[in-house]
């Protein structure tokens, strides 16, 4: 059996720690984490999960259970009361949308994704595979707005 697989390097973002050699941003159990004089200190409320957590390695089931593990992180973190207070406006996206947009964040919401879905398994079908991924960010947010 053969496979194909696209290389995945992550990159930093500005303002995080990041680890070039090993391409992840340094975290504990999904919380990013940065050097201090006396040892590592968590970044409150900013998480990780998949590549960029762990380095390119497993599989979706592998990707899943990083995302369970920052999630269940994050969960302890609101209970506790660490989380920073955020301004939103309601509950869900639509309070949250404004708040990702003031920071520069792209969002793409489930029409969205499946825009994306289906450009790539047509993509796929025409070159003979089960789907063609898209790996040009600007491109998957072009065609996640207009389809």
Known sequence: MVFRSIGYKSVGIAGLPFDEKKGVIPNREGRVVEKAADGAAVVPGVYVSGWVKRGPSGVIG?????????????????????????????????????????????????????????????????????????????????????G
Do not use: Y
Not at 98 to 105: D, E, I, T
Not at 110 to 135: H, N, P, Q, Y
């Open 62 to 146: 592998t990707n899943r259970m990083d995302a369970e593990e920052t999630v269940s992180s994050l969960c302890a973190d609101l209970t506790e009361g660490k989380l920073p207070s955020l301004q939103v406006s309601q509950p869900g996206l639509g309070g949250i949308r404004p708040l990702l947009a003031a920071r520069g964040a792209h969002v793409v919401d489930f029409g969205g994704w499946k825009k994306l879905e289906v450009e790539e398994e047509g993509r796929g079908k025409a070159s003979g595979t089960e789907r063609t991924k898209i790996t040009s960010v600007a491109e998957m947010l072009r065609l996640a707005a207009n």
